[in-house]
């Protein structure tokens, strides 16, 4: 018997809270909003250069004035955020564009940060867009493997960290998997008086096809062997709470997983166990996809594209990294 019911009533009727929009307002376990966004940004050499990325239509290889405009336009939208990414002019086996001083990144975010004092700075720390083989780490002379030297990376990517920090940026984002990078970006940039900024480590990132575009947008396709040794095998679960764990030990601030879509189950298990700042990337494989079906009028672009990340939202996510921030924006003001 249940006491709230009538007669022969059923009190447990769940449309009731579906009649009008503002009833399901009301009632919405999970809301999305346009704070939670991060825009990817490509910087390239060069001046007023807007190079598109044919796999990923929308997003551009941007010379730091364009890429300027571009952070001022997801600005204006509502975008709190950015996260940049640099295509050096030269790329060497010691990914020295990396961490230069004038390197890519480092120019953009000086230009950003004095055009556009309040937008957040975030940015990726990897060596693969900037070492000759493309791979995230230091490969042995002549081994063509794709297998990593985990340590001596380390220091390339302290020193990349410090680099984005002396430059200006809010936040690093270590990208690459090596073990123990999170420790020695801290570590370093504590040595470096940089101690109130914070990590965004990319603790569950899995090898994954779903990189496919990206690569074409950051030219950093290995040139031999692939990722397996270094990013999580898509088959594990429990190892990516492993990774986690290990990132929040070693002081990760924000943890980050990726790709998004076929990882909510990763998402939710790390928000649940660690409670801390969750970041999702919705990488350029699952942009793409919803671009290329919407341009032949298979899929509703704007209705996908906001219960995609709105799915991002209730699994788990916190932050939403995605290549349709500032479109997504745009419907979300509407
Ligand atoms: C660099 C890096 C990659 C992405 C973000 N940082 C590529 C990779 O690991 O191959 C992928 C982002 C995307 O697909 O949108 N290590």
Same mark, same amino acid.
């Given at each position: 018997m249940n006491s709230s019911s009538i007669g022969e009533f059923p009190a447990t009727r769940l449309r009731r809270l579906r009649q009008s929009p503002a009833l399901r307002r009301l009632v919405a376990e999970t809301h999305l909003s346009v704070g939670q966004l991060v825009l990817p940004l490509f910087a390239c050499p060069g001046k007023k250069i807007r190079r598109p990325i044919s796999a990923m239509p929308g997003v551009f290889q941007l010379s730091v004035d364009e890429l300027v405009k571009e952070a001022a336009r997801a600005q204006q939208l509502g975008v709190p955020a950015v996260l940049l990414f640099g295509i050096p002019a030269k790329k060497d086996e010691r990914a020295s564009g990396a961490y230069a001083a004038n390197g890519i990144v480092q120019t953009a975010i000086r230009a950003l940060k004095k055009e556009l004092p309040s937008l957040l700075v975030i940015t990726d720390v990897c060596l693969c867009e900037y070492m000759a083989h493309g791979h995230c780490g230091l490969v042995a002379r &002549?081994?063509?493997?794709? &297998?990593?030297?985990?340590d001596p990376t380390l220091e390339l990517l302290a020193r990349t960290a410090a680099s984005h920090a002396a430059a200006g940026a809010d936040l690093v984002a270590p990208s690459?998997?090596?073990?123990g990078r999170v420790r020695a970006i801290r570590a370093r940039l504590d040595g470096e008086g940089f101690i109130d900024t914070p990590i965004m480590s990319y603790a569950a990132k899995f090898t994954s096809a779903f990189y496919g575009p990206f690569r074409e947008a950051a030219?950093?396709?290995?040139?031999?062997?692939?990722r397996r040794s270094y990013q999580m095998d898509p088959a594990n679960a429990n190892e990516a709470l492993r990774e986690v764990a290990l990132d929040v030990q070693e002081g990760a601030d924000i943890v980050l997983v990726k790709p998004a879509l076929a990882y909510l189950d990763i998402l939710h298990r790390v928000k649940t166990e660690f409670g801390l700042p969750t970041a999702a990337y919705n990488v350029s494989g699952e942009y793409s996809m919803v671009k290329a079906a919407a341009a032949r009028g298979w899929l509703d672009e704007r209705a996908v594209t906001l219960e995609s990340l709105l799915a991002m939202r209730r699994a788990g996510a916190d932050i939403l990294i995605t290549y349709a921030a500032m479109d997504a924006a745009r419907w979300l003001q509407e």
């Amino acid at each position: 018997m249940n006491s709230s019911s009538i007669g022969e009533f059923p009190a447990t009727r769940l449309r009731r809270l579906r009649q009008s929009p503002a009833l399901r307002r009301l009632v919405a376990e999970t809301h999305l909003s346009v704070g939670q966004l991060v825009l990817p940004l490509f910087a390239c050499p060069g001046k007023k250069i807007r190079r598109p990325i044919s796999a990923m239509p929308g997003v551009f290889q941007l010379s730091v004035d364009e890429l300027v405009k571009e952070a001022a336009r997801a600005q204006q939208l509502g975008v709190p955020a950015v996260l940049l990414f640099g295509i050096p002019a030269k790329k060497d086996e010691r990914a020295s564009g990396a961490y230069a001083a004038n390197g890519i990144v480092q120019t953009a975010i000086r230009a950003l940060k004095k055009e556009l004092p309040s937008l957040l700075v975030i940015t990726d720390v990897c060596l693969c867009e900037y070492m000759a083989h493309g791979h995230c780490g230091l490969v042995a002379r &002549r081994d063509r493997s794709g &297998r990593v030297l985990n340590d001596p990376t380390l220091e390339l990517l302290a020193r990349t960290a410090a680099s984005h920090a002396a430059a200006g940026a809010d936040l690093v984002a270590p990208s690459d998997m090596m073990d123990g990078r999170v420790r020695a970006i801290r570590a370093r940039l504590d040595g470096e008086g940089f101690i109130d900024t914070p990590i965004m480590s990319y603790a569950a990132k899995f090898t994954s096809a779903f990189y496919g575009p990206f690569r074409e947008a950051a030219e950093s396709t290995p040139h031999f062997g692939d990722r397996r040794s270094y990013q999580m095998d898509p088959a594990n679960a429990n190892e990516a709470l492993r990774e986690v764990a290990l990132d929040v030990q070693e002081g990760a601030d924000i943890v980050l997983v990726k790709p998004a879509l076929a990882y909510l189950d990763i998402l939710h298990r790390v928000k649940t166990e660690f409670g801390l700042p969750t970041a999702a990337y919705n990488v350029s494989g699952e942009y793409s996809m919803v671009k290329a079906a919407a341009a032949r009028g298979w899929l509703d672009e704007r209705a996908v594209t906001l219960e995609s990340l709105l799915a991002m939202r209730r699994a788990g996510a916190d932050i939403l990294i995605t290549y349709a921030a500032m479109d997504a924006a745009r419907w979300l003001q509407e």
